[in-house]
């Protein structure tokens, strides 16, 4: 019996869940540094949230890529939108965050892994656009 080889969507899947803490904390550190005036309006409470919605974020991230469906990460992705917006974080934050895991995964993981994971995003993205 011939074993079976994960397609680029588990591996990639995989790999977003070893990595996720790491992403999130890179992807936190690069909108800080991006746009120091975050601090200055949100403080180290703001920044310690902004990790966790990142921690989030990879978690449903992970199962879209891994089962196939994008439309569940839009959906998420459209929730946590409106969740912010409604707590004064304007999408324009969402959007730049989903656009540096876009970066992260690209600069961390293999090239067809990265392009796996790149639809989600970008259909998370498209869904507040």
Known sequence: MDAVTPSAEGRAASRLLAQKTELAHAVTEAMYAERPELLERYGETGRARCLEDLHFTLEHLVPAVDL???????????????????????????????ELVEREVRARFPDDEADAVAPYVRAGIEVVT
Do not use: E, H, I, N
């Not at 439309?71 to 989903?98: C, H, I, K």
């Open 68 to 98: 196939g469906d994008a439309s569940m990460f839009a959906g998420y992705v459209r929730w946590l939108d409106a969740l912010l917006r409604a707590r004064g974080v304007p999408t324009r934050d969402v959007l730049r965050s989903l």
